[in-house]
């Protein structure tokens, strides 16, 4: 791992830590035309009443955490050995003076 991505998780943790300093402190942000507070709805959260600068801190932190962890530790290359033959079918004739195209088919069931 390079001394970047150190830096980016470093930003990272900074970014999150604020984020939540923020949210703790609850500022709480009206809208300019109702002089409501507004509410952002969250996935797992519900809703909350928004201090967007903390969340921006927060989810930006988590972001850009996620982007440093998958340049650091990228996956492993997976070689393949692919083994086999092609018989002609039975009764037609082949054209042999093609070319092969491998696909990886979709997983049966996730759209």
Known sequence: MDNSAYIIFAIASLSIILGF???LSQRI????TTREATEVEVPFFGKIKSNYPAL????LGIALA????QKAYPPPIESWTLKGRFAQPEGKDVDVTGTLTLAQDPIVGIK
């Open 66 to 69: 996620g982007y440093a962890f």
């Open 56 to 59: 921006v801190f927060a989810f």
């Open 29 to 32: 942000y009206l809208d300019a």
């Open 21 to 23: 300093v923020a949210l």
